[in-house]
Each structure stands twice: as structure tokens, then as C-alpha cells.
């Protein structure tokens, strides 16, 4: 099976810079992708890492070590509007099918 | 481009009722998933589909069933609906070439 830890909160001001960590256990290892999810919204795609390095998207940016089992998401010149919840996600399987998530991350970015 | 559409976006239900949960999606993908999502438990997957006529279960599938019959369509029903399963829904179609995943904007269902 899989399994996935992440911290439960994260708070930082704004113009700050944040990072939130994941680890994961899993059967075979297909990606690690990261949502957000801001109070009663749908989560929506922030990045995916299928190698080793850093994805950089914006002030975003995603990283994995596939050695470690571990990865982060950064949020840079953190804004108000980044407050939200994040959540890290592997495959379910070789094929896709279906992602399993972690618990999340709520970020709460006070002024 | 509508995206995932989930219908309904509330319902309140009696222990012992059932329903289904509407979700369709017009991207043409082939994989798509439904998930509960709990305070402080995230995402978890109830099924899965790979296509048309192929179903699998997740982390969660107790109580719920599905069926796939077309690309587009992918309901999820609760057979004799209980307080447990009182929750927010997500139905989610995925683009395997992004590697990004699609969500609904979810039904909030209660269970009295």
C-alpha cells in the first residue's frame, strides 16, 4: 500500500518564504504531485515530479528525492491568497489509475 | 469546456435511504476516481475507473458502488446511506499525458 505524512499546519507571513514536506511509502513509486485546496473549493494541480530535481512554476516551486522518499513544495513571496490546504499525492499503481493523497497541509499566511 | 460537473452540490439524507451521485466529465478521459474528504483525514479514494466498463475499488469502497458505462459518466451510489458517510465528495477525471488531476466542486451530503 501507500502511505503519505506531511505536517498538518504551516503558518509564515506574507512576503515570506515556506516549505512543506512529504514523505512517502510506497509499494512501486510513479510521481509525486501537489494540490491546493482553499476552504470549500475543489483541490487544483499546483506541480508533478517523476525524476529527481526541482520543478519550478511561478512563485512555486516542487522537489523530490526518490532516494529519500521525499519531497517538498516551496511557496515563495507568500500572499494572503496562498492560505490553503496542500496536499502531496502518489499513483495508486504503475498504470495511473488513481492518485492517494496525504492528509494535507493547512498554510495560514498572516499580514 | 465545462470540465468535472457534480450534481448535486448538497443533499441531506435519512439513515437507510439511498442515492446516487452524479459526475461527468467532457475532457474525453479516460481515468476517473471518486474520493471522500473528512476534516483532518484528506482525500481518501472509493473507486476508481480506467474506462468504459472497468471499475476498481479504493482505500474506502465500503458502501458505495459504481459503474462506468460511458466515457463521460461516472455516478456513485450509496446503497442504504449512514451518518458515517456524511462527507464531501469529490468526483476527479484525470489527463494522463499532464499528469494532472481534475476535481468537481463537490457535494456535501449529510447522513441524520
Known amino acids: 500500500g501507500q502511505s503519505l505524512e506531511q505536517p498538518s499546519e504551516v503558518t509564515a507571513v506574507e512576503g515570506a518564504i515556506v516549505q512543506i514536506n512529504c514523505t512517502y511509502q510506497t509499494s512501486g513509486f510513479y510521481g509525486l504531485s501537489w494540490y491546493q485546496q482553499h476552504d470549500g473549493g475543489a483541490p487544483t494541480f499546483l506541480s508533478y515530479?517523476?525524476?529527481?530535481g526541482l520543478e519550478e512554476t511561478g512563485r512555486f516551486s516542487s522537489f523530490l528525492s526518490r532516494s529519500d522518499s521525499y519531497g517538498y513544495l516551496l511557496l515563495q513571496e507568500l500572499q494572503m491568497k496562498d492560505s490553503a490546504s496542500y496536499f502531496c499525492?502518489?499513483?495508486?499503481?504503475?498504470?495511473?489509475?488513481?492518485?492517494?493523497f496525504g492528509k494535507g497541509t493547512t498554510l495560514s499566511v498572516s499580514s | 469546456n465545462a470540465g468535472v460537473t457534480q450534481t448535486p452540490k448538497f443533499q441531506v439524507l435519512k439513515t437507510g435511504q439511498s442515492m446516487t451521485l452524479q459526475c461527468a466529465q467532457d475532457m474525453n478521459h479516460e481515468y476517473m476516481s471518486w474520493y471522500r474528504q473528512d476534516p483532518g483525514m484528506g482525500l481518501r479514494l472509493i473507486h476508481y475507473?480506467?474506462?468504459?466498463?472497468?471499475?476498481d475499488q479504493g482505500e474506502v469502497p465500503n458502501g458505495y458502488n459504481v459503474s462506468r458505462s460511458t466515457t463521460e459518466d461516472f455516478p456513485l451510489r450509496l446503497l442504504s446511506a449512514a451518518p458515517s458517510q456524511t462527507s464531501v465528495y469529490f468526483c476527479a477525471s484525470r489527463d494522463t499525458a499532464k499528469n494532472i488531476q481534475y476535481f468537481g466542486a463537490g457535494t456535501r451530503l449529510s447522513v441524520l
Open positions: 499525492a502518489v499513483r495508486a499503481n504503475q498504470a495511473g489509475t488513481a492518485l492517494i
Open positions: 515530479n517523476g525524476l529527481d
Open positions: 475507473s480506467v474506462g468504459a466498463g472497468i471499475t
